[in-house]
């Protein structure tokens, strides 16, 4: 068989093997693996989903029906350097998921390379946060190339912040939590044409039943932490500081241009 026929075989069949469901009924819990949120066309209408590569097969999902859960082996405290003082006190607990790929937690990111949307998204895709709910706060931020972070979305700013993300990009940040509980984060993504759709994620940080968070109603710290909870080890800084290394490229593609947080309630 002529290599070109070969070649465009072996293209076709990847094509047809990474080609994620439209929607999975089910509601689920994620508690480890990779998973983005991204926009798709589904019947033509814009929509906001999230990515579930945690299976056997990729599966599209209504981020109503997924709640993603931090564990307490992502539990770390806020370090000494300057740098991460926008994360609290040094020393106070905080839950990371990080920004390079740990098999214990969840990875959570954000595309916009779903191929249905290639012809309408234009240049970006504007990201928004329209607002937090939650026990504690909130910090998603990327770790430049020389290990300086980049905040992209805060709860401690005005609402709604809004950020680009450029066509056809594959991104992951540090997602920082600084209390347990259940949250809900309030999202959007949208093109400058008025193609948009918003969603809630919702997130269950350390101990506790993480169903509660399909609520969407923000739960309480839990008490009884036991001493081996609070001794797990969380994920090193000097490993995230390095993530800034190995993502530069996908973090010069998302080029992080965090637009000034718009004041005034949402719409």
Do not use: C
């Not at 070649?7 to 990847?14: F, G, K, P």
């Not at 700013?157 to 347990?180: I, K, L, M, S």
């Not at 269950?204 to 039943?209: A, I, M, N, Q, T």
């Not at 739960?219 to 797990?232: F, H, I, K, L, N």
């Amino acid at each position: 068989m002529p290599r070109l026929i070969q070649a465009l075989l072996a293209t076709a069949a990847a094509f047809l093997l990474v080609q994620p469901v439209a929607h999975a009924e089910a509601t689920v819990v994620i508690a480890d693996g990779h998973v983005d949120l991204g926009p798709r066309l589904v019947d033509g209408e814009w929509i906001l989903q999230l990515r579930d590569d945690t299976g056997d097969g990729p599966v599209w999902r209504d981020p109503a029906d997924v709640v993603l859960q931090v564990a307490d082996v992502a539990k770390a405290t806020v370090p000494e350097d300057p740098a991460y003082a926008f994360l609290g006190t040094p020393g106070a607990d905080i839950w990371v998921l990080p920004q390079v790929q740990d098999q214990r937690v969840v990875w959570p990111g954000w595309n916009t390379q779903d191929p249905s949307i290639a012809e309408v998204v234009g240049r970006e895709v504007d990201w928004r946060l329209h607002g937090v709910e939650g026990p504690g706060r909130f910090e998603l931020f990327l770790t430049g190339n020389f290990g300086t972070p980049e905040t992209i979305f805060s709860s401690e700013r005005p609402y709604p912040q809004e950020t680009g993300v450029e066509a056809g990009t594959h991104v992951h940040g540090n997602w920082v939590f600084t209390a347990p509980g259940a949250y809900s984060l309030d999202v959007e993504m949208a093109t400058a044409d008025g193609r948009g759709d918003r969603a809630t994620l919702q997130v269950h940080v350390g101990p506790g039943d993480p169903a509660m968070a399909f609520t969407t109603t923000p739960s309480a710290p839990p008490s009884g932490t036991t001493s081996a909870e609070r001794d797990v080890q969380g994920p090193p800084w000097g490993w995230i500081a390095a993530g800034g290394v190995l993502v530069a490229g996908a973090a010069a593609a998302f080029a992080v241009r965090s637009r000034r947080a718009k004041r005034g309630t949402d719409d």
